[in-house]
């Protein structure tokens, strides 16, 4: 949130990183099919299964587009289309 209490997402810098090595939450796009996956921090804790895999013979590639798993999917566009990735959502 800024100073007035609004609700401001940035964006990240587009860290490309295979699936299976998001270490941190944020809002990802899957390189391959131009999907969206929001990673929250819950689905990152050491101590709970993990809620998410994909299992494949080539690495699932994605590219984080935003800190803020939750953000608003107009905005996920926006972003993803500024970093000149496929979107599918």
Partial sequence: MNMTGEMVHTAAVCEHVEFSAI???GAYIEDCN???LRVPDE???SDHTPLMEI???TPCMVTKISDDPWLVIS???QLA???DLQVNF
């Fill in 23 to 25: 270490n941190s939450p």
């Fill in 34 to 36: 131009g999907s969206l």
């Fill in 43 to 45: 689905a990152l804790a």
């Fill in 55 to 57: 299992v494949s013979k």
């Fill in 75 to 77: 905005k996920a566009r």
């Fill in 81 to 83: 289309a500024d970093a």
